[in-house]
């Protein structure tokens, strides 16, 4: 935004850059008071002159312009630069399904001459001017560290942050995030509410986890119905509740009104807002833990068409108008600016809230598919079954009216009909016995069947193996049963030689006695 080969800039280039678009060439002179006049932030309002006249520093209103004291409902941020103090109801905006406040669009009416400044306008012409001296002539110092002071005071309204000392006679000026020269701004969608006035549905924001809002669902209601008034023809409805970040918990509720004549309605969404925002009843709800009410009501062609037209403040028109073009769902989803790291922060935890809901909600899906998957299942194999059972008892009733046929025809002759089906009957039994049809078919699968499963085994026999701990193992006792053997077969050649030793000498025993008995 600012151009490094200058040490510091000018002050009316400053006030271009404040109030228009980076790509544009600084404006003439003669229209610098216009921008100023025209720029609606730091608490001013956007004027419109009275006729004939060229332009007009006016006054503000009570209700501030971007960046006043103005405390929308609906979106988390003030208006689009205009401001009255009547307003026109649009000040209740989206609630906290968006996250964003309302845009407080209102009219305004002012007249005024040539140069009609009332007495708040050069308070905040001063605010705009020393702003623009901050960053690019401050006079602190007098010296060249004002050119550092300036480049400091650059890097603080980009940051959005700190004070900008520029004269030592003259109050800083306060950086927020809300200048238009802070870069952490970005913009995001958020959805747009589809609920009507007529719903008269209520966001209550609780400062309590949502297992505790569920478990005291009855004494909230009980409790919500006394701030009302205690009215016995109001009864209060809980229409969701939803856990938020940060140990919050959001519960929508709305208000049923039951007339004597026995109809009933609810009570528009803007009344009940209006009732629960008196002073008298708002910090009753706080002491039920009520951090912050909003409507959630949806936004008249009127009013859209309005906000995408005016970009809020601070936003770069080409930013805003490339963000409406990028929309992915322009008929449920609307753009919103995000200032700062409070707002990034803010929607990343509401994002991760709503995946872990998602998720919450997958698994419980997932749960009941595999329930469901068990169930068939089990019908399957019952089903089943009892088709096994109903084939066995058609048997049986066959069986039975078989042997009734048979006794009830006993003694008669065999009719013409009977005679066909016995004809039917062995036709289709030699069909079945032909070597070609049914029966030989069968045989043949019923070879190859064999076949296979021999095949297999064989397979399954050449694909085996034996551990080498195993084989090493088989081998040392095989070993040993050699050695064994061996043994065993010496220990036997012994006694052989003795026991033919034996046998040689009872034979000359023999011989022996046989001659001197001679």
Same mark, same amino acid.
């Given at each position: 935004?600012? @151009?490094?080969?200058?040490?510091?800039?000018?002050? !009316?280039?400053?006030?271009?850059?404040?109030? @228009?678009?980076?790509?544009?060439?600084?404006?003439?002179?003669?229209?610098?008071?216009?921008?100023?006049?025209?720029?609606? +932030?730091?608490?001013?309002?956007?004027?419109?002159?009275?006729?004939?006249?060229?332009?007009?520093?006016?006054?503000?209103?009570?209700?501030?312009?971007?960046?006043?004291?103005?405390?929308?409902?609906?979106?988390?941020?003030?208006?689009?630069?205009?401001?009255?103090?009547?307003?026109?109801?649009?000040?209740?905006?989206?609630?906290?399904?968006?996250?964003?406040?309302?845009?407080?669009?209102?009219?305004?009416?002012? $007249?005024?001459?040539?140069?009609?400044?009332?007495?708040?306008?050069?308070?905040? #012409?001063?605010?705009?001017?020393?702003?623009?001296?901050?960053?690019?002539?401050?006079?602190?110092?007098?010296?060249? %560290?004002?050119?550092?002071?300036?480049?400091?005071?650059?890097?603080?309204?980009?940051?959005?942050?700190?004070?900008?000392?520029?004269?030592?006679?003259?109050?800083?000026?306060?950086?927020?995030?809300?200048?238009?020269?802070? %870069?952490?701004?970005?913009?995001?969608?958020?959805?747009?509410?589809?609920?009507? *006035? &007529?719903?008269?549905?209520?966001?209550?924001?609780?400062?309590?986890?949502?297992?505790?809002?569920?478990?005291?669902?009855?004494?909230?209601?009980? @409790?919500?119905?006394?701030?009302? /008034?205690?009215?016995?023809?109001?009864?209060?409805?809980?229409?969701?509740?939803?856990?938020?970040?940060?140990?919050?918990?959001?519960?929508?509720?709305?208000?049923?009104?039951?007339?004597?004549?026995?109809?009933?309605?609810?009570?528009?969404?803007?009344?009940?807002? @209006?009732?629960?925002? $008196?002073?008298?009843?708002?910090?009753?709800?706080?002491?039920?833990?009520?951090?912050?009410?909003?409507?959630?009501?949806?936004?008249?062609?009127?009013?859209?068409?309005?906000?995408?037209?005016?970009?809020?403040?601070?936003? *770069?028109?080409?930013?805003?108008?490339?963000?409406?073009?990028?929309?992915?769902?322009?008929?449920?989803?609307?753009?919103?600016?995000?200032? /700062?790291?409070?707002?990034?922060?803010?929607?990343?935890?509401?994002? *991760?809230?709503?995946?872990?809901?998602?998720?919450?909600?997958?698994?419980?899906?997932?749960?009941?598919?595999?329930?469901?998957?068990?169930?068939?299942?089990?019908?399957?194999?019952?089903?089943?079954?009892?088709?096994?059972?109903?084939?066995?008892?058609?048997? %049986?009733?066959?069986?039975?009216?078989?042997?009734?046929?048979?006794?009830?025809?006993? +003694?008669?002759?065999?009719?013409?009909?009977?005679?066909?089906? %016995?004809? $039917?009957?062995?036709?289709?039994?030699?069909?079945?016995?032909?070597?070609?049809?049914?029966?030989?078919?069968?045989?043949?699968?019923?070879?190859?069947?064999?076949?296979?499963?021999?095949?297999?085994?064989? !397979?399954?026999?050449?694909?085996?193996?034996?551990?080498?701990?195993?084989?090493?193992?088989?081998?040392?006792?095989?070993?040993?049963?050699? &050695? /064994?053997?061996?043994?065993?077969? #010496?220990?036997?050649?012994?006694?052989?030689? *003795?026991?033919?030793?034996? &046998?040689? +000498?009872?034979?000359?025993?023999?011989?022996? !006695?046989?001659?001197?008995?001679?």
């Amino acid at each position: 935004m600012f @151009s490094h080969s200058r040490s510091l800039i000018s002050t !009316r280039e400053v006030l271009h850059l404040y109030l @228009s678009p980076p790509p544009y060439p600084p404006p003439p002179p003669s229209t610098l008071a216009l921008h100023i006049g025209a720029f609606g +932030g730091f608490g001013t309002t956007t004027t419109s002159a009275a006729p004939g006249s060229t332009f007009s520093f006016a006054a503000p209103s009570n209700t501030g312009g971007l960046f006043g004291a103005t405390q929308n409902k609906g979106f988390g941020f003030s208006g689009l630069g205009t401001g009255t103090t009547a307003s026109t109801g649009f000040g209740t905006g989206l609630g906290t399904g968006l996250g964003f406040g309302g845009f407080n669009i209102q009219p305004q009416q002012q $007249q005024g001459g040539l140069f009609g400044q009332q007495a708040q306008a050069p308070a905040q #012409s001063n605010q705009l001017i020393n702003t623009a001296s901050a960053l690019s002539a401050p006079t602190l110092l007098g010296d060249e %560290r004002d050119a550092i002071l300036a480049k400091w005071n650059q890097l603080q309204a980009f940051w959005g942050t700190g004070k900008g000392y520029f004269n030592s006679n003259i109050a800083p000026v306060e950086f927020t995030q809300e200048n238009p020269f802070c %870069r952490f701004k970005a913009v995001g969608y958020s959805c747009i509410p589809g609920s009507k *006035d &007529e719903d008269g549905l209520l966001v209550l924001a609780l400062n309590k986890k949502e297992v505790d809002v569920r478990s005291q669902q009855q004494q909230l209601v009980e @409790s919500l119905h006394k701030v009302l /008034g205690g009215n016995q023809t109001l009864t209060v409805n809980v229409e969701g509740v939803k856990a938020l970040p940060d140990d919050q918990t959001e519960v929508i509720i709305y208000v049923v009104e039951r007339s004597p004549n026995g109809t009933s309605k609810r009570i528009p969404a803007t009344t009940l807002f @209006s009732y629960v925002e $008196q002073a008298n009843v708002k910090p009753q709800l706080q002491q039920l833990g009520v951090v912050m009410s909003v409507t959630r009501t949806e936004l008249s062609p009127t009013q859209l068409k309005q906000l995408l037209q005016n970009p809020p403040a601070g936003v *770069d028109p080409i930013i805003w108008e490339q963000a409406k073009v990028d929309n992915p769902d322009p008929e449920k989803l609307i753009p919103v600016p995000m200032v /700062g790291f409070k707002e990034l922060l803010r929607r990343l935890k509401i994002q *991760d809230q709503m995946t872990k809901q998602h998720q919450t909600r997958v698994d419980i899906i997932s749960n009941d598919i595999s329930e469901l998957q068990k169930n068939q299942a089990t019908t399957v194999a019952k089903i089943a079954q009892y088709k096994r059972k109903l084939m066995d008892l058609s048997h %049986r009733v066959l069986q039975v009216l078989i042997k009734q046929e048979i006794q009830r025809k006993i +003694g008669y002759a065999i009719q013409v009909d009977e005679e066909h089906l %016995r004809v $039917q009957l062995d036709t289709i039994q030699s069909e079945l016995n032909a070597p070609t049809q049914f029966k030989g078919r069968l045989n043949e699968l019923m070879s190859q069947i064999r076949m296979q499963n021999h095949f297999g085994a064989v !397979r399954s026999e050449e694909r085996y193996s034996v551990d080498s701990d195993l084989l090493r193992e088989i081998k040392q006792h095989l070993k040993q049963q050699q &050695e /064994g053997l061996s043994h065993l077969i #010496s220990v036997i050649k012994d006694d052989m030689e *003795d026991i033919k030793l034996i &046998e040689h +000498g009872l034979h000359d025993s023999v011989h022996v !006695r046989g001659g001197m008995l001679s």
